[in-house]
């Protein structure tokens, strides 16, 4: 049997040890001495090249620097395309390669874990039994925590429940060597008031959380003025949206992430407006109205296309990308070979970069993409334009 050691004896055996330090792990003797039976022979059987690799991210003594958090969730290994540099969070990604290289530049990992039948939350029984399974999840998949994505409608006791889950679980992590200083995030709407219909209680969410993770995006989910295409992330709502967290729930700005698109939406224009004059020169598309939590008109009516994506269009067919002062962000025309007309709205460097700012102005935590998959890493120029932009906007 392999001995590794991580500037202390973890795992006692006889046989030669291999010694191996890495500064980003906190290997105190307290630690070591509060590890089970259980959490050693799993450590015996860490995927990496060393078991410090398994343990806890700690960045006890870094320079401390933003938190930039990445959702990860394709399954194949683009994730190797990353900026490494920058991140400090990966989410829901449970490939173990990834898991060693994230945790050999000192970036957690964190795994995916929603209660998803609101009405059981209430039972204590069934939150017990949650917290349970998420903590084996954090441990076996040697994660640094969970992010919860419970995106359910709920108001009243439900909600209540709801925040007592997280402080329960916070209290759970808390008994156990591996999972002591477990990162828990969980994620919010744009604002907080009621959108989709979620009344949560945000400001107990965020003491029980390490931060939320606020998604500024979607945010043509409930429309109740003209049913046109239209930004999925307005600037200006946005930082609204922020400020609300920020002076009416009372929520410090540490705790807040926030959430920005990588990929936008792709709206079909009705029939009767294809044959309209100029439309190129138009800023605007009348989409069929598809109600949404009692709006008339919601951004169902498109359906999301990653950057990526976006960017091969606007190369193989030369689109005019076109610029909405209003909610500074760009938007396309497109015409695809088998009919119909198109309108295009995303995010780019120059729109996200004036997202990022308000990172600096409000004073948050850092940022955080949905997700860094949609870029199309073949296109070296633009996914580096995009990851570089990222660093250029929270340069200290």
């Not at 291999?18 to 590890?35: C, H, N, P, Q, T």
């Not at 957690?108 to 929603?114: D, M, Q, S, W, Y």
């Not at 029980?208 to 709502?237: E, H, K, T």
């Not at 949404?292 to 269009?313: E, H, K, M, N, V």
């Amino acid at each position: 049997m392999q001995c590794l050691l991580v500037g202390l004896v973890l795992l006692a055996a006889t046989t030669q040890c291999v010694s191996r330090s890495v500064s980003v792990y906190d290997a105190k003797g307290l630690f070591a001495d509060r590890l089970t039976q259980e959490d050693r022979a799993r450590l015996l059987k860490c995927p990496c090249s060393s078991a410090s690799l398994c343990l806890p991210v700690d960045f006890a003594g870094k320079k401390t620097r933003k938190e930039i958090f990445a959702f990860s969730v394709a399954t194949d290994d683009r994730w190797k395309q990353y900026d490494w540099e920058q991140l400090t969070t990966v989410a829901w990604n449970e490939d173990k390669e990834l898991l060693c290289h994230a945790h050999s530049k000192g970036v957690k990992i964190v795994v995916k874990h929603n209660f998803d039948d609101v009405n059981q939350l209430c039972n204590v029984s069934a939150r017990q039994e949650w917290i349970k399974t998420t903590y084996n999840m954090i441990v076996e998949n040697y994660a640094d925590g969970v992010n919860i994505d419970t995106e359910k409608p709920m108001h009243g006791e439900t909600s209540k429940c709801l925040a007592s889950l997280v402080h329960e679980l916070r209290h759970e992590l808390e008994q156990h060597a591996l999972t002591q200083n477990a990162q828990i995030t969980f994620d919010v709407p744009w604002a907080p008031r009621g959108v989709d219909g979620r009344y949560y209680p945000w400001s107990e969410l965020a003491a029980a959380s390490d931060f939320l993770f606020v998604m500024s995006y979607d945010m043509r989910s409930q429309i109740y003025d003209a049913c046109v295409a239209g930004a999925n992330s307005p600037l200006a709502l946005v930082k609204q949206g922020l400020q609300e967290f920020l002076f009416a729930n009372d929520i410090a700005p540490s705790k807040l992430v926030l959430g920005v698109p990588w990929y936008g939406y792709r709206y079909p224009c009705l029939q009767e407006q294809q044959g309209a004059a100029a439309i190129d020169d138009a800023s605007w598309c009348q989409i069929r109205p598809v109600p949404f939590f009692g709006a008339p008109c919601s951004d169902a009516a498109g359906g999301q296309i990653d950057y990526g994506d976006i960017r091969r269009l606007v190369k193989s067919h030369g689109l005019l990308e076109q610029w909405d002062p209003t909610t500074l962000t760009p938007f396309v025309w497109y015409s695809p070979p088998e009919g119909g007309r198109y309108q295009i709205w995303f995010d780019n460097p120059r729109s996200l970069k004036a997202k990022y700012a308000l990172v600096c102005e409000l004073g948050l935590r850092g940022v955080g993409m949905w997700n860094a998959d949609t870029l199309d890493y073949t296109a070296v120029n633009d996914s580096q334009t995009m990851w570089s932009s990222l660093a250029e906007a929270l340069q200290p």
